[in-house]
């Protein structure tokens, strides 16, 4: 972020009265978001003229506004300055160029005792332009007037949302409901839709804003309710007296509310999943101190609501779909995770909050439906990992003062470190590949344990691991073993002695005796 600076000075020519006004203006507007302030200081100078005192009054207007004035006739002698007016612009900010400049103007009027004579003096022109305003590249706000408004097949329907900011709002997938599409008529920055819906359900689409700062996404649906069913009387009235006001309180009705069991004295309508509130004491017609009896005329259409799964930070797979509407207090039963999956995690079940680490809504279980639409969150509970040696054995003997390398080798783990007991000196162990190099510098022979970790700060030990050095040229007598066999010699089995040598891969026969 950086802070550009914007200032200069506007000097309005001399009159022949010898006036002249001088605009002084400094301040400093953000390259990110275009806010900031600029200071205003609007001097009127005086020189010769041929009155001894002038009464001043003044303004400065910004973008035709006036941002300070006054007009309480101060007096001014000739041969002198007097500062007019002084204030600060505020900047509510902007994108890219909606505010390559200011229209400015900082005039006055002077008034002697004998006559009336504007100077009208702006500085320097009429009016002033101030630039210098940074280019801001930032993206779009975020949506705001959101959600969309439910629908009802075969009424009406008009609403919008916003992203201030943006230059185009364009929908990148899904669609809308059958009968509705976009009005353009309420701006760049915003997405209306119109028309008249034709088919129930759910119309999930993404719409996105873009300026030359970059682009915002909105993840939208409209519910289109099914028309209202046929209406039906229902004439079960109740009396209200008519000095207390009364008020139709009932949700999710469609059709009017009229008095006297008598349809032309009808007083308002009731809409479907809305509140209804009228009071009868705003219709003349209602008799005074009486009562009367209210009836609903009309039918109860029960609102829906859905369920949507939300995989929550799975790596494959795709979130499980529940197609169906549910009405407050009916069932529902919770999918499983399906193809969910979120490598080295472990499924727990879902909840309402993302963030949360525990399940309130078991998978493949029944619970009753709230009177509102759900959002469950897979909710993922990290795995143990454990690491499993595939190779854990060493060369050996290694000779004093030659080069040494081997090492082990363990699935899923992430480090290695000496578990117990001490290298030969000379060798070290990579502790991210398992691998024992180096020179070994002394003799000996010396055990050890290797340790792999997991990603989950699980362990796995080798057994006790030996290395002996010895120094060159010499051998342990390991290098060479006899070995007792039996040989048919025709008449009886008799000892045979074979002697074996290590050549550095297998034994080897040396003499047969």
Request: aromatic share 12%; net charge neutral.
């Amino acid at each position: 972020m950086a802070l550009i600076r914007v200032n200069g000075t506007y000097t309005g020519a001399k009159d022949t009265r010898g006036f002249n006004v001088v605009l002084i203006y400094d301040g400093y507007i953000s390259d990110v978001d275009g806010t900031g302030s600029i200071a205003f200081r609007n001097t009127l100078y005086s020189t010769t003229n041929n009155f001894s005192s002038w009464s001043i009054s003044s303004w400065i207007r910004i973008n035709g506004s006036d941002l300070v004035s006054d007009t309480s006739q101060r007096t001014i002698a000739k041969n002198s300055s007097l500062i007019l007016n002084s204030g600060t612009w505020y900047s509510p900010g902007y994108s890219g160029t909606n505010y390559p400049s200011l229209s400015v103007q900082s005039f006055a009027d002077a008034v002697t005792d004998a006559s009336y004579v504007p100077i009208n003096n702006y500085a320097p022109g009429s009016p002033a332009i101030i630039s210098g305003f940074p280019t801001v590249n930032s993206a779009p706000a975020d949506f705001s007037n959101i959600p969309y408004a439910a629908g009802t097949v075969g009424s009406s329907y008009s609403d919008y949302v916003q992203s201030l900011g943006a230059t185009s709002i364009s929908l990148i997938s899904g669609s809308l409901p059958p009968g509705l599409s976009r009005d353009t008529g309420y701006g760049a920055d915003s997405y209306a839709v119109t028309g008249t819906p034709t088919s129930s359900g759910t119309y999930s689409f993404t719409l996105q804003a873009s300026n030359t700062g970059g682009t915002k996404n909105y993840s939208a649906s409209i519910i289109i309710d099914p028309a209202p069913s046929a209406q039906v009387p229902d004439y079960s009235g109740t009396s209200y007296n008519t000095f207390s006001p009364f008020y139709w309180t009932g949700a999710g009705f469609t059709g009017s509310i009229y008095r006297d069991n008598s349809i032309s004295n009808t007083l308002g309508a009731a809409y479907n999943g809305q509140y209804y509130s009228q009071s009868l004491s705003a219709y003349s017609y209602q008799p005074v101190n009486s009562s009367m009896v209210v009836y609903y005329y009309g039918t109860y259409v029960a609102p829906t609501y859905t369920v949507t799964y939300n995989g929550n930070g799975n790596t494959s797979g795709t979130a499980p779909i529940d197609s169906s509407s549910y009405t407050s207090g009916s069932s529902f039963t919770t999918k499983t995770q399906g193809t969910l999956l979120k490598t080295n995690y472990s499924f727990l079940g879902w909840n309402t909050n993302s963030s949360a680490t525990t399940a309130i809504y078991a998978a493949s279980t029944t619970y009753t439906m709230p009177a509102n639409n759900l959002v469950l969150y897979a909710i993922w509970a990290i795995s143990t990992i454990t690491p499993v040696f595939t190779d854990a054995t060493l060369a050996t003997p290694a000779t004093l003062g030659a080069s040494y390398s081997d090492g082990v080798v363990a699935s899923n783990a992430v480090s290695y470190s000496i578990a117990s007991g001490s290298l030969p000196p000379g060798l070290s162990l990579g502790t991210s590949t398992g691998t024992l190099t180096g020179t070994p510098t002394a003799q000996g022979s010396y055990t050890f344990a290797i340790r792999a970790t997991s990603s989950t700060s699980t362990n796995t030990d080798t057994g006790n691991l030996i290395i002996s050095v010895y120094p060159p040229g010499t051998r342990p007598s390991t290098s060479t073993r006899l070995t007792i066999a039996k040989r048919w010699n025709g008449t009886a089995w008799v000892d045979m002695t074979i002697m074996k040598r290590y050549d550095g891969t297998a034994w080897v026969n040396i003499t047969n005796t």
